[in-house]
């Protein structure tokens, strides 16, 4: 095993929920001989991997294996959630189920939302932010910290927290100025106080190296001051000469492929995602996203160790990305 940190290999190799690894809260599996690690939480017997392997490309399937003998050995299942169409075809060699959930979209920073008829109702609403004062500025955090500043994003960050209401479902506790190697942040700002945030990860194995992980504003932010946050900073990658940003992952309104699924297990995975998609609007991401012009779209996958899937598994997923009414 190579020498890297964690945080080295998220960097390096991690995906678009590989970040989940910096989460104290999970466990890191690693092995002796493969550089590299997989994320999980154990539930009743399941674990729970979040998104591929973080390695080198050519060792992803020497680390699954290596994966899959620990789990066995301790007896759990095991269920890869937000993966890629990559661990789909390592999934069907195997005979294990999979389901197509989500889509990971990006945008071109070069192609200006605001631009054209197509960008009529974003340019009205961001005008609205502007004329209500909102500013948007670049938080140098690694070079330049701010202390007071970063104290004033967390207590935004608590504010809209305690105030999302209905069923939630989030991968983890927002860690915003953990880990800062490799992060951007952009700040909103009205009359001289803070009111909203993006982050932005550096991720150098995807195809756009960038990927905005987080967007919130305050309870009292004025409309659309999140996607004045968003097109300010496609504004500054557009300067810098980046063609291509990955915006996150937009749930899918149906499921879509699924396979190696007995008919039953696909009767019920579709009517329980349907019911959990009715309920908790998990449509609203991916509305959200494209407003910014998506220009490319790649398949993300739930992929279960088994030709079938089980209630301990379907249970284990509502746990490990922390299911819960508020």
Same mark, same amino acid.
């Given at each position: 095993?190579?020498?890297?940190?964690?945080?080295?290999?998220?960097?390096?190799?991690?995906?678009?929920?590989?970040?989940?690894?910096?989460?104290?809260?999970?466990?890191?599996f690693?092995?002796?001989?493969?550089?590299?690690?997989?994320?999980?939480?154990?539930?009743?017997?399941?674990?729970?991997?979040?998104?591929?392997?973080?390695?080198?490309?050519?060792?992803?399937?020497?680390?699954?294996?290596?994966?899959?003998?620990?789990?066995?050995? $301790?007896?759990?299942? /095991? +269920?890869? %959630?937000?993966? &890629? @169409?990559?661990?789909?075809?390592?999934?069907?060699?195997?005979?294990?189920?999979?389901?197509?959930?989500?889509?990971l979209?990006?945008?071109?920073?070069?192609?200006?939302?605001?631009?054209?008829?197509?960008?009529?109702?974003?340019?009205?609403?961001?005008?609205?932010?502007?004329?209500?004062?909102?500013?948007?500025?670049?938080?140098f955090?690694?070079?330049?910290?701010?202390?007071?500043?970063?104290?004033?994003?967390?207590?935004?960050?608590?504010?809209?927290?305690?105030?999302?209401?209905?069923?939630?479902?989030?991968?983890?506790?927002?860690?915003?100025?953990e880990?800062?190697?490799?992060?951007?942040?952009?700040?909103?700002?009205?009359?001289?106080?803070?009111?909203?945030?993006?982050?932005?990860?550096?991720?150098?194995?995807?195809?756009s190296? $960038?990927?905005?992980? /987080? +967007?919130? %504003?305050?309870? &009292? @932010?004025?409309?659309?001051?999140?996607?004045?946050?968003?097109?300010?900073?496609?504004?500054?990658?557009?300067?810098?000469?980046?063609?291509?940003?990955?915006?996150?992952?937009?749930?899918?309104?149906?499921?879509?492929?699924?396979?190696?699924?007995?008919?039953?297990?696909?009767?019920?995975?579709?009517?329980?995602?349907?019911?959990?998609?009715?309920?908790?609007?998990?449509?609203?991401?991916?509305v959200?996203?494209?407003?910014?012009?998506?220009?490319?779209?790649?398949?993300?996958?739930?992929?279960?160790?088994?030709?079938?899937?089980?209630?301990?598994?379907?249970?284990a997923?509502?746990?490990?990305?922390?299911?819960?009414?508020?």
């Amino acid at each position: 095993m190579g020498n890297r940190s964690i945080i080295e290999l998220v960097r390096c190799y991690g995906g678009p929920v590989s970040h989940a690894a910096l989460d104290p809260t999970n466990s890191i599996f690693q092995d002796v001989d493969i550089e590299g690690l997989i994320t999980y939480r154990v539930i009743k017997c399941c674990a729970v991997v979040f998104g591929d392997p973080v390695c080198a490309p050519e060792k992803k399937a020497f680390l699954l294996d290596a994966y899959t003998v620990y789990c066995n050995d $301790n007896g759990w299942s /095991i +269920v890869y %959630s937000a993966v &890629s @169409a990559d661990m789909q075809i390592y999934a069907k060699s195997f005979g294990y189920a999979s389901i197509e959930f989500a889509e990971l979209m990006m945008t071109d920073p070069q192609q200006d939302p605001e631009l054209g008829h197509q960008g009529h109702h974003l340019r009205q609403h961001l005008n609205f932010t502007r004329r209500a004062g909102v500013t948007v500025r670049e938080y140098f955090g690694l070079t330049m910290p701010d202390t007071i500043l970063e104290a004033k994003v967390e207590l935004v960050c608590v504010n809209w927290l305690s105030k999302r209401q209905g069923f939630q479902m989030y991968l983890g506790r927002p860690r915003l100025f953990e880990h800062k190697s490799g992060r951007r942040w952009f700040v909103a700002e009205q009359a001289g106080s803070v009111i909203g945030m993006l982050s932005m990860l550096n991720i150098s194995q995807l195809q756009s190296h $960038n990927l905005i992980n /987080i +967007v919130f %504003s305050s309870s &009292s @932010a004025p409309l659309y001051t999140n996607e004045l946050m968003v097109i300010s900073t496609l504004a500054v990658l557009r300067e810098e000469g980046s063609e291509s940003v990955c915006l996150g992952i937009g749930p899918l309104s149906e499921f879509g492929e699924i396979h190696c699924c007995g008919g039953l297990s696909r009767f019920l995975s579709r009517n329980i995602y349907r019911l959990v998609n009715k309920v908790m609007g998990l449509q609203g991401r991916s509305v959200f996203w494209k407003k910014f012009n998506v220009t490319d779209i790649k398949p993300l996958y739930l992929i279960f160790n088994s030709p079938s899937i089980g209630l301990r598994e379907i249970n284990a997923l509502f746990w490990a990305f922390n299911f819960s009414l508020t």
